[in-house]
């Protein structure tokens, strides 16, 4: 009979025991993360993001309409719902950005050259009150109530407010489907971390692949959904 000395029995238990807790780790980590993708578009200022979120989202709604449509199923509830910002433009100067609530159509300015404010970015004035007023309610409808999520853009601009930065955490915490543009040079804390999200995939637009990459987004996107 052969005997296994009682150090030998010690190291395996441990070892056993170290396997045993790393498992019911990553099971955590596979419980807490959706199924759904966070997609992320980002590049340079001007690189066309806005041009590619677009696209997609023109392509998911015709798709999910004509499926809606050929079950015969009635929703009242919008497929997409979230922000946008657009540029205000006198010719080919940029004077400042709107916000858009998807749904409704409601807007106002929340960066502009001619803003009184003490809180200025990039020579813009911010109005973090008008962010607010507009991006927190579109936030809390899309992520409550319709399919998809919108939040464009989160940056420089928009992360000066901590009630805009707190919703979009929770509405990160939800598994559907959500498209967002980030800032490409922010180092904020909120988007190092939707950078490091295991459920998130971060797309730069260029010159090289602008045309195809709504393709791919909405590809992506479709697999879950």
């Not at 707190?166 to 922010?186: F, G, M, Q, W, Y």
């Amino acid at each position: 009979m052969i005997t296994i000395p009682r150090d030998c029995i010690r190291v395996q238990h441990h070892l056993l025991l170290i396997s045993h807790w790393n498992n019911r780790k990553r099971l955590c980590v596979v419980s807490n993360m959706g199924i759904h993708p966070k997609i992320g578009i980002t590049g340079l200022p001007r690189s066309g993001k806005s041009a590619v979120m677009e696209k997609v989202l023109k392509m998911l709604f015709d798709e999910r309409t004509r499926e809606i449509q050929m079950r015969g199923s009635l929703t009242e509830a919008p497929i997409i719902g979230g922000m946008r910002t657009e540029p205000i433009l006198d010719g080919s100067e940029r004077l400042g950005y709107s916000v858009f609530n998807i749904v409704t159509g409601e807007n106002a300015i929340m960066a502009h050259k001619n803003i009184d404010s003490r809180l200025r970015v990039l020579g813009y004035g911010i109005d973090t009150e008008a962010l607010e007023r507009i991006a927190i309610p579109a936030i809390e409808f899309a992520r409550d109530e319709c399919e998809v999520i919108v939040i464009d853009e989160i940056g420089k601009f928009a992360v000066e407010s901590e009630a805009f930065v707190n919703i979009v955490r929770s509405a990160l915490e939800v598994d559907k489907p959500t498209l967002l543009t980030l800032h490409k040079k922010s180092r904020h804390p909120l988007l190092q971390d939707i950078r490091r999200r295991d459920d998130g995939r971060i797309l730069e637009v260029t010159p090289v692949n602008r045309a195809l990459l709504p393709y791919k987004i909405h590809k992506l996107m479709r697999e879950t959904y």
